[in-house]
């Protein structure tokens, strides 16, 4: 069974940090791109960042440039998103998800896989 499962989430304050996980099970992401995007409560799901299956190049919204950083571990199956300097705004339940392909985009949801989703928040 093809599974993308999302780790990491949680509270946090403003100002910090957390790091998500998604780990591919059932199939390699080696050839896949890979996108996180968030869904805060009443509104769209939006696209936060991706990363190319091959050659690594990355994407960013322009909300999250310079506080978060996408990578892969092809070896361990997993992608993660380093989340720095987060603020209230970031909340949401964030996914991963993958396509069959070397580009990625963030501008759209049109991926072959999903996660489940998982919570963060960020509240004092």
């Known amino acids: 069974q093809l599974q993308l499962v999302e780790s990491g989430g949680g509270l946090v304050q403003p100002g910090g940090s957390l790091r998500l996980s998604c780990k591919a099970s059932g199939f390699t992401l080696d050839y896949y791109a890979i996108g996180w995007f968030r869904q805060a409560p009443g509104k769209e799901r939006e696209g936060v960042s991706c990363i190319n299956s091959i050659g690594g190049s990355t994407n960013y919204a322009d909300s999250v440039k310079g506080r978060f950083t996408i990578s892969r571990d092809n070896a361990k199956n997993t992608v993660y998103l380093q989340m720095n300097s987060l603020k209230p705004e970031d909340t949401a339940v964030y996914y991963c998800?993958?396509?069959?392909?070397?580009?990625?985009?963030?501008?759209?949801?049109?991926?072959?896989?999903w996660g489940q989703g998982i919570q963060v928040t960020v509240s004092s």
């Open positions: 998800a993958a396509n069959l392909a070397v580009r990625c985009w963030i501008a759209t949801t049109n991926y072959d896989y």
